[in-house]
Nanobody
Framework: QVQLVESGGGLVQAGASLRLSCAAS????????MGWFRRAPGKEREFVAG????????TYADSVKGRFTVSRNNAKNTLYLQMNSLKPEDTADYYC???????????????????WGRGTQVTVSS
């Protein structure tokens, strides 16, 4: 069955960096657009970043643009999120998700994604 497993979360101070990974199995990874989402305590889930099947196109939420970088390694079936200059407001559970299709548009609506990981927790202290 399809599995998406996130790792790399943790507790860091403001200004630090973290790199999240999402290992995918049970699916043809390069047939999927991939996304990162997050849910902060008491808030709704929000889109963070997405990447096309080839890695040639990316999109970001305004709140993370210039600080976060999404990438993928199709040979390793792995998605990444490099997070720099972390802020306390980045504290959340981070989820990777797979959206089937070599799409022309990276979708930001969570309801469009077919598969989800269980998440990894990121806590940024001030």
């Amino acid at each position: 069955q399809v599995q998406l497993v996130e790792s790399g979360g943790g507790l860091v101070q403001a200004g630090a960096s973290l790199r999240l990974s999402c290992a995918a199995s049970g699916l043809t990874f390069n047939a999927y657009t991939m996304g990162w989402f997050r849910r902060a305590p008491g808030k709704e889930r929000e889109f963070v970043a997405g990447i096309s099947w080839s890695g040639g196109s990316t999109t970001y939420a305004d709140s993370v643009k210039g600080r976060f970088t999404v990438s993928r390694n199709n040979a390793k079936n792995t998605l990444y999120l490099q997070m720099n200059s972390l802020k306390p407001e980045d504290t959340a559970d981070y989820y990777c998700a797979a959206d089937f299709g070599r799409l022309t548009r990276i979708r930001t609506e969570g309801s469009s994604y077919n598969y989800w990981g269980r998440g990894t927790q990121v806590t940024v202290s001030s």
